[in-house]
Structure formats: C-alpha cells, structure tokens
C-alpha cells in the first residue's frame, strides 16, 4: 500500500504530551519525516530520519517509530504548537508518500 | 543560506499547460548529492507530492499523475521546472518547492527529507 494514514485531530492541553501517529505498510522499510504547516505558512521540517531533529527544532519534538507505526511527540506542548502535522515517507520505488495531516489543537 | 522561490501563472484556463519555476539560490543543483522537489496543496487540503529531480538528472513523479507531469531543471541559472499539462479546476492550490539534501553512507545515499521550502504559488484553474 501507498497510502499513510494519520488522525484527522488531535487535541491537547497546554503543558501536555502531544501523541500524533502515522501508520502505513511502507513504514516498515523507509525512514519518516515530520513536518509542521502553521496557517498560511510553508511546511516545516520537524523530525527527519524518524528521530532525528533538525538546527533549530526545540527538543520537546521527537520521533519514533515501531513497526509499520511513527509517532510523533511534541513534550510539553505550547500554544505554538498548534498546526497541522503530516508525515512523510517513501515507497519502495522512492516514490515520495504524505500522510493526510493531523491538525493539533492546543486548549 | 538556502532560499528556493516558485514563480508562474496565478491563473490557468483549463485544458491549457502549467509551467512553474522553482530558483535556488545557496546551493547548487550540480554540486550534488541534492534534490528538488514539487509539492502542492489544494485549498484547506493536504500536502501531495508530485514530482523531485536529483543531482544527477534522475527523476520521480507521483505515479497518479505522471502521465500530466515533467519535471526539467537548467543547472546554469539554478532552476528547476515543473509542467502540469491539461490542467483541470481540481489543480488549484499552492505550488511548493523544496530542497532534499542526501548524504552518502555505505555504499547509498540517503535523503535528509525537504528541508528547505520555497513560500509556494498559488495556482487557479479556472476559464
């Protein structure tokens, strides 16, 4: 399959965990990217090679991924936060995969 | 300092063909290991991939589209282009492109995902 699913939302209170997850058959042979799209803005890359951070990306993010499932976590979640998250990953033909997004509410 | 800019039509009459520009500036499409890709983003919808050109001119397209897609670049001004041929109301949305580092590890090369995002253009198909 082709096709990675994601949560249409997510809500969270300020200071809480954030769990977003990604699943998808091609999960289980690729690496995962995560990217934040606040409105109106381009994406951004948050998590790359599943659980590494880019320059820049505040430690509360992080990856990880178990089998054909990736998640991402966002640790003490700030109103900044608040934006849509979509993962990212590739088919075996290298064939670049994006998830549907997550909108994360923070409340 | 990485920077990639979209540019084109911010509108299109249906049947007619696309082309986008995509200009980097801090990096080199020839100096490799390097990709650029097309992303696009209909209104209040999701990402979808379209298309990514590598450092040494192999290419991809989404396989839903491919037959509508070609994707060119001209190293001596740092541009990449992407045509969307036959373009129906359904292809409005902000156009993106992006930068895709790879680096070299055991005898592969492995992507680093888009790190670095153009502002996008938005594009309407409308008559």
């Known amino acids: 399959s082709s096709e990675l699913a994601q949560p249409p939302s997510v809500s969270v209170s300020p200071g809480q965990k954030a769990t977003i997850s990604c699943s998808g058959d091609a999960l289980g042979n690729t690496e995962t990217a995560w990217y934040q799209q606040r409105a109106g803005q381009s994406p951004l890359l948050v998590i790359y090679?599943?659980?590494k951070r880019p320059s820049g990306i505040p430690e509360r993010f992080s990856g990880s991924k178990s089998g054909n499932i990736a998640t991402l976590t966002i640790s003490e979640t700030q109103a900044m936060d608040e934006a849509d998250y979509y993962c990212?990953?590739?088919?075996?033909?290298?064939?670049?995969?994006f998830g549907g997004g997550t909108k994360l509410s923070v409340l | 300092q990485i920077t990639l800019k979209e540019s084109g039509p911010t509108l299109v009459k249906p049947t007619q063909t696309l082309t986008l520009t995509c200009t980097l500036s801090?990096?080199?499409?020839?100096?490799?290991?390097?990709?650029v890709g097309w992303v696009r983003q209909a209104p209040g919808k999701a990402l979808e991939w379209l298309a990514v050109?590598?450092?040494?001119?192999?290419?991809r397209y989404n396989p839903d589209l491919k037959s509508r897609l070609a994707v060119m670049r001209d190293s001596s001004k740092n541009q990449v282009f992407l045509t969307v041929t036959n373009v129906d109301p359904m292809d409005t949305g902000t156009y993106f492109c992006?930068?895709?580092?790879?680096?070299?590890?055991?005898?592969?090369?492995?992507?680093?995902?888009?790190?670095?995002w153009g502002q996008g253009t938005l594009v309407t198909v409308s008559s």
């Open positions: 990212q990953a590739w088919d075996r033909d290298t064939h670049v995969l």
């Open positions: 050109i590598y450092w040494d001119d192999d290419y």
């Open positions: 090679q599943t659980n």
């Open positions: 992006a930068h895709e580092p790879f680096y070299y590890h055991e005898s592969g090369y492995y992507s680093i995902a888009f790190d670095v």
């Open positions: 801090g990096v080199s499409l020839s100096s490799g290991p390097v990709g």
